[in-house]
C-alpha cells in the first residue's frame, strides 16, 4: 500500500530559486528516503534519514525528519534547471528496512 | 559504474499474450523488486526476492509471476497481458546496507494493445 504523500504535487520555480516539498507517512518507519526521476527513466537514490536522525544534509540537499507528526521534507537549495524532476519520498518498516513504500511523487520545474 | 539493466525500454504486446521483462544487477545485491509506475498512483510494488528462488507478493501481484533461478536476475511474468497492464515498469535492486537504497533499472515502458 502507499504509504508517503508528497505535497504539493507539482512546483514550478525560478533558476536559483530554493524548492520545498513535503512527505507525510501513516505507520512507524525504520528510515526515510528521497529518490529523484528524470522524464521516462528509473529513480536515483538522493538522500536516506533514518527514524532518530532529525536533519541531514547532501550537497544542495536538506532533509528533515519529524517522527511525531509522521512528516520530511526535501529543500532543494539554488535549484537549477537539471533539477528538473519527480522527486518522490519511500518508507521502510521497522520490521523489513528493505521493503520500501513510495509516495506519487512532486513534480518540479525549475525555469531558466 | 554499478548498474541494474531491464532488457527493453519499449514492449508492444498483444493482449493475452505471455510477456516476460527480464533485469540483470551486477552489484551482487540479494534483494530485488519489481515496481509499476502509473500516473498519479506512484510506485506500486508487484513482487520482490531476497534470495535465489525466494519471492513474496507484493502489493498487486495479481496476473504477475516471477522467477529468481539466479541471484543477479529477476525476471517478472505477465502470464496473460491485458489491457490494464500497460504501464511502466521499474527493477529495483537494494543489498544488506540498507544506507544505499535501492538502485532502479530505466524502466520498460509496456503497452498491451
Known amino acids: 500500500s502507499q504509504q508517503g504523500e508528497e505535497d504539493p504535487q507539482a512546483l514550478s520555480i525560478q533558476e536559483g530559486e530554493n524548492a520545498t516539498m513535503n512527505c507525510s507517512y501513516k505507520?512507524?518507519?525504520?528510515?526515510l528516503q528521497w529518490y529523484r526521476q528524470n522524464s521516462g527513466r528509473g529513480l536515483v537514490h538522493l538522500i536516506l534519514?533514518?527514524?532518530?536522525?532529525r536533519e541531514k544534509h547532501s550537497g544542495r540537499l536538506r532533509v528533515t525528519l519529524d517522527t511525531s507528526k509522521k512528516s520530511s521534507s526535501l529543500l532543494i537549495t539554488a535549484s537549477r534547471a537539471a533539477d528538473t524532476a519527480s522527486y518522490f519520498c519511500?518508507?521502510?518498516?521497522?520490521?523489513?528496512?528493505?521493503?520500501?513504500?513510495f509516495g506519487a511523487g512532486t513534480t518540479v520545474t525549475v525555469r531558466a | 559504474d554499478v548498474k541494474v539493466t531491464q532488457s527493453s525500454r519499449y514492449l508492444v504486446k498483444r493482449t493475452g499474450e505471455k510477456v516476460f521483462l527480464e533485469c540483470v544487477q551486477d552489484?551482487?545485491?540479494?534483494?530485488m523488486f519489481w515496481y509499476r509506475q502509473d500516473p498519479g498512483l506512484g510506485l506500486r510494488l508487484i513482487y520482490f526476492?531476497?534470495?535465489?528462488?525466494?519471492?513474496e507478493k507484493g502489493d498487486i501481484p495479481e496476473g504477475y509471476s516471477v522467477s529468481r533461478e539466479k541471484k543477479e536476475r529477476f525476471s517478472l511474468i505477465l502470464e496473460s497481458a491485458s489491457t490494464n497492464q500497460t504501464s511502466m515498469y521499474l527493477c529495483?535492486?537494494?543489498?544488506?546496507?540498507?544506507?544505499?537504497?535501492?538502485?532502479f533499472g530505466s524502466g520498460t515502458r509496456l503497452t498491451v494493445v
Open positions: 529495483a535492486s537494494s543489498g544488506t546496507d540498507t544506507n544505499y537504497g535501492y538502485t
Open positions: 505507520t512507524s518507519i525504520n528510515n
Open positions: 534519514i533514518r527514524s532518530n536522525e
Open positions: 519511500a518508507t521502510g518498516p521497522p520490521s523489513n528496512d528493505y521493503k520500501l513504500s
Open positions: 552489484m551482487d545485491h540479494e534483494n
Open positions: 526476492s531476497y534470495d535465489v528462488k525466494m519471492k
